[in-house]
Every structure is written in C-alpha cells, then in structure tokens.
C-alpha cells in the first residue's frame, strides 16, 4: 500500500517510464484488456493504493517503444506483438502482484537488449547516470529495503555490479523469453518459493 501523494508522484514524474505489476482482467483472448490503464486510476479503482506494494520493484532493462503516449502505459502494451500479457499472466496472484514496474535505462528506445548492452558497455558514464537516477527513483517510492527484481540477465548484471552490496536482487526471465505463457509463469512461481520465502 502506499499513499496518493507518492502515488500521484510517481506518475507524474514517471509516467512514461513506470507503471505497476497491476492489469484488467483478461477475457475473450489472453492478450485482451492489456492496455487498460482504468485499473491503475484509483478515481476508478477504488482498492488501488491498497493493492500496490512499493517494496518490489521489478525492473526491466529499457523501453522497446518510444511510442508510450499515455501515463503508466509502459508494461501495459497493447499491440499485437507485444508480451506484456505474459507478465501479466505470471505474476498474477503472485506476491509480485502490485509491485512497481520501471526500466533502469530510461531514454534508450531499442528492441534489441544485446546493442543496449554493447552501448553501455562503451559508455559506462552513461550506465552510472541511469542508475543514479534509479535510486532517485526508489527514494521517491518511500521505501528503504525493496526487493528487486531483474527481468532478464542484462537487467540483472547491471544492478547486481552496481546495487549487490545494497539490496536483495531476485532474477527472473524475462517475459519477451520464447516460451509460453504457462510455462514463463511456472517459472516465475519457482523463483518466488527459492528466493522470496526464505
């Protein structure tokens, strides 16, 4: 749970970068109601900010659009060809259900996370910004000892060689991984029991 001012904060100062690990119901289709960001406006969802749970933060690498038009839409992508319903499925009635979604490199629009890898590798200056700028981001939630969650590998060597030392960082695949829905969620479900129960 949090409170509406940080709430409200944190959408206006992150509002195309961040959403929460909180979607609309899927019906007819497992991609349907992906974008419906009417569950993320606590005017209309009245449970929102109890929902909501700062203390995991699950962290992707950067922004694979650079379309993202409306408030807390990152994550909550609605084309045809986005995964974002896969994350969706997996966490659902998870204990990373309403956790904080952001990437730790904002501005770099770029679908392929091995060129992400090799710019920052070449500009390490640049890395070092970004999580600066995360940490920022985190002292704006509220919270002192969140959990961090790396979707994928590249997400999870950055914060590990520059936060190890500072938090608990739980890796798991990320959603875009080619494998299933059923499958991404079984093994979201085991990382949760090993990492987040001890």
Same mark, same amino acid.
């Given at each position: ?9 944190? /959408?206006?100062?992150?509002? $195309?970068?961040?959403?929460? !690990? #909180?979607? !609309?119901?899927?019906?007819?289709? @497992? /991609? ?9 406006? @606590? ?31 990152? $994550? &909550?992508? /609605?084309?045809?060809? !986005? ?8 966490? /659902?009635?998870? *204990? ?9 490199? +904002?501005? =770099? ?9 090799? =710019? ?5 200056? $640049?890395? +070092? ?16 000892? @969140?959990?961090?969650? !790396? ?15 500072? =938090?608990? #960082?739980?890796?798991?695949? &990320?959603? *875009? $991984? ?16 090993? +990492?987040?129960?001890?």
């Amino acid at each position: 749970m949090i409170t509406n001012e940080i709430y409200q904060l944190m /959408k206006k100062k992150y509002q $195309f970068y961040s959403s929460w !690990a #909180i979607w !609309a119901e899927e019906s007819e289709t @497992p /991609k349907s109601n992906v974008g419906d960001l009417s569950v993320l406006n @606590p005017a209309i969802n009245k449970n929102l900010l109890n929902e909501l749970n700062p203390n995991i933060i699950l962290v992707a690498l950067n922004i694979s659009r650079g379309d993202i038009q409306e408030p807390l839409a990152n $994550f &909550h992508d /609605k084309r045809s060809e !986005a995964t974002d319903y896969k994350l969706r499925y997996a966490l /659902k009635d998870t *204990a990373l259900w309403g956790g904080y979604l952001t990437d730790i490199i +904002k501005d =770099f629009d770029q679908k392929i996370s091995g060129k992400v890898v090799s =710019f920052l590798k070449e500009n390490p200056r $640049f890395e +070092k910004e970004n999580v600066d700028y995360f940490l920022e981001e985190i002292s704006n939630l509220g919270v002192t000892n @969140p959990i961090l969650i !790396a979707l994928g590998t590249p997400t999870y060597e950055i914060l590990d060689r520059h936060l190890g030392n500072q =938090f608990n #960082i739980i890796k798991i695949r &990320h959603y *875009a $991984f080619r494998e299933n829905k059923e499958k991404y969620r079984s093994h979201v479900l085991e990382v949760c029991s090993s +990492k987040l129960n001890k």
